[in-house]
């Protein structure tokens, strides 16, 4: 089967097509036939080498989520999952590729009239966003600031905290033609990467911060929290903030601002999948929309690399085999 490695890491140009044995499911595995498969932030910072602590080497296969059909179980696993179209998280390796192996426990099936594409841009994002907004424990009427919206999470986000009755929600990003989009999805106030701008009715200040970007101007985002301000940091795709960061919440001691990190693993199985079941059935419906940039085949790997590196992407691109 064709699979896509890092044979180099740094740019887009280490990414190799190269062809591997098909893997062949353990016990409490299935094995699937991806249709799509995800092309996420958390794939470009394996790439670009950064999560070397982490244990990634060259030669690992990218891609942490797929959609597609299941072609054969392993031990232990029902053999009623044959044939299922299904959504799957492959960990942190396996979904660049024509087979992948998933547990059964990080598999969802796939409502009738939900894509591929729209599966593998809402499966993980919108189960990130969910409860993020949970943690931060968004009240109707509340303020809340998402931080690079115009990826899927920032996406799912937005929508979500409209839904939920936030009083404002603002976002940043990089464009007019991205802020009409998002506006378009729920938000209401729209602010350049700085935060900046939005015109004179933007809030100055917002009791919610979902934040998909971190980087060196991390702090400036802390110091927009409302007093009882909770800040969730869910991803680093602009990398890691200043290592003195946490000064701006001691100067601002008297204002109980909270700051946290967030990641979905740590969030029960059952309770991710009935939520992710949830959001496949609204998707399938229309009530929560999905938005793919583009779809490009399995070799196109490094092309879709190349356009999130650039920050072209809004939404998420997809890649078939």
Known sequence: ???????????????????????EPAPGQLLIAPEAIGVGGVDAVIRRGTLGAYGFR?????????????????????????????????????GY???????????????????????????????VAHFALERALLAPGESVL???????IGIAAVQLAAKA???????????????????????????????????PQAPTGFDVVIDMVAGPQLPLFLDKLNPNGRFLAVGVVGGQPPADFGLRLR???RSSLSFATFSSDTVPGADRGAVRSSQFADAARGSLRTVVHEVLPLDGAAAAHRMMDAGEVFGRVVLVP
């Open 1 to 23: 089967m064709k699979a896509v490695v890092i044979s180099r890491f740094g740019d887009p140009d280490g990414l190799e097509v190269v062809d591997r044995p098909v893997p």
């Open 58 to 94: 060259e030669g690992h296969l990218l891609g942490s989520e797929v959609a597609g059909r299941v072609t054969a179980v392993g031990a232990g696993v029902d053999a009623s999952w044959i044939g299922r179209r299904v959504w799957a998280f492959t960990g942190l390796s396996g």
């Open 97 to 127: 590729a024509e087979r992948a192996l998933a547990a059964v426990e990080d598999v969802t099936a796939l409502p009738d009239g939900l894509t591929g594409a729209a599966a593998v841009t809402l499966g993980g994002s919108g189960v």
């Open 146 to 152: 998402v931080r690079g919206a115009a990826g899927s």
């Open 165 to 199: 009755g936030a009083g404002a929600v603002a976002v940043t990003t990089s464009s007019a033609e991205r802020g009409a989009r998002l506006r378009e999805l729920g938000a209401s106030h729209v602010l350049d990467r700085s935060g900046a701008g939005g015109g």
């Open 251 to 253: 100067d601002r001691f």
